[in-house]
């Protein structure tokens, strides 16, 4: 038996031979009700889903992973499917961002990694609503999100973090504030920004008035570098 299957602990390499049979037969026939069946199979056996990425045809294995994360197949099986169908190009943006408010919060955070080359096609509001909804991984993963954007982006997410009340969350929040803190008063650390700290009033004010929410979480050197930078 391929290896893959071997690993699986316990009475898993069992739903592994069920699987590798289906997935023989679905290479064989391409029947639709086969596909289910492997699908129903992961709900029930979720560590089977190894096999999927080892001995299902390339052709069935996007399939496969689609229906798993449109039916919601259990929280290990869709997690592993947005891994496998983020790595092999099966899906677009709209396929992830249904699942960032998935109830397993592995599940979101896989989704949000894989939506990270995608921040350009996403609704403008949808990660500002994740970072302030109401379950921390769901914070965290629109976090993620608005993190990879220009650095005016990174600097109003990082100060609605530092006051967020789990505190892992929360401290890095505060790192990141500091980090673009400093780069905005000192033009050596600027440089290494890919992108310009120059907010319009508009952003002025709306930054003045994040850093002053935060101020206490931030600390007074944190808070003084922002306030040296927005008077100016």
């Known amino acids: 038996m391929a290896q893959a299957v071997a690993d699986v602990p316990g009475g898993g390499a069992e739903a592994c031979d069920r699987l590798l049979t289906l997935l023989a037969e679905l290479d064989a026939a391409g029947d639709e009700e086969r596909g289910r069946a492997a699908v129903q199979l992961l709900a029930t056996a979720p560590e089977a889903v190894v096999a999927v990425d080892h001995h299902a045809k390339r052709s069935h294995v996007s399939a496969i992973y689609l229906q798993i994360m449109a039916e919601r197949t259990g929280p290990i099986p869709v997690a592993l499917s947005v891994r496998a169908v983020a790595r092999l190009g099966g899906a677009g943006p709209d396929r992830f961002a249904a699942l960032l408010r998935d109830p397993a ?66 401290r890095r929040g ?19 920004l890919d992108g310009e700290l120059t907010p319009t009033a508009a952003e002025r004010a709306d930054l003045d008035l994040l850093a002053a929410r935060a101020a206490e979480r931030l600390g007074e050197r944190t808070s003084g570098l922002l306030r040296e930078w927005l008077s100016r």
Request: cysteine-free; proline content about 9%; overall charge positive.
């Open 105 to 170: 919060a592995a599940v979101v955070r896989d989704a949000a990694t894989a939506l990270r080359p995608f921040t350009g096609r996403l609704p403008d509001r949808l990660p500002w609503d994740l970072l302030t909804d109401g379950r921390p991984e769901v914070r965290r993963a629109g976090y993620r999100l608005l993190n990879g954007g220009p650095p005016l982006v990174r600097l109003r997410a990082a100060l609605t973090l530092a006051i967020d009340p789990v505190p892992d969350l929360a």
């Open 174 to 192: 505060h790192a990141d504030a500091t980090y673009l803190a400093r780069a905005a008063t000192d033009a050596w650390a600027r440089r290494r």
